[in-house]
C-alpha cells in the first residue's frame, strides 16, 4: 500500500484483502508506503485478522510506516500484528 489508507480508498482494500483470503489463510500487508492511516483502515486489518484467524491463518504487517504504528499504538492493537521490518 502506498499513501493515504483512509475511507476514500477503503474499499479496495478490503477487496483485496477478501481476495486473498479465500485462496490463502496468511495474508501480508506492505505498509511502508503508508503516510496516514485512520480507523477505518484500522478496521479493515482487524476484520481481516479475525478472518485469517478463523482459517489458522495471520495477518503479517511489513515495514509499517510511522503512522500505522501509531495508529495501533494508540489504539492498543499493536500487540495483535506481527511485524516484520
Do not use: C, K, Y
Not at 476514500?8 to 484483502?17: K, T
Not at 481481516?48 to 499504538?73: I, Q
Amino acid at each position: 500500500m502506498r499513501g493515504e489508507a483512509d475511507l476514500g480508498g477503503i474499499e479496495l482494500l478490503q477487496s483485496a484483502a477478501d481476495r486473498a483470503l479465500e485462496h490463502h489463510s496468511h495474508v501480508a500487508f506492505d505498509l511502508a508506503g503508508v503516510t496516514f492511516a485512520d480507523s477505518t483502515f484500522l478496521s479493515i486489518l482487524l476484520q481481516t485478522r479475525l478472518n485469517a484467524l478463523e482459517r489458522g491463518g495471520t495477518v503479517l504487517l511489513l515495514a509499517p510506516s510511522a503512522s500505522v504504528r501509531h495508529l495501533l499504538s494508540i489504539t492498543g492493537a499493536l500487540d495483535l500484528f506481527p511485524a516484520a521490518e
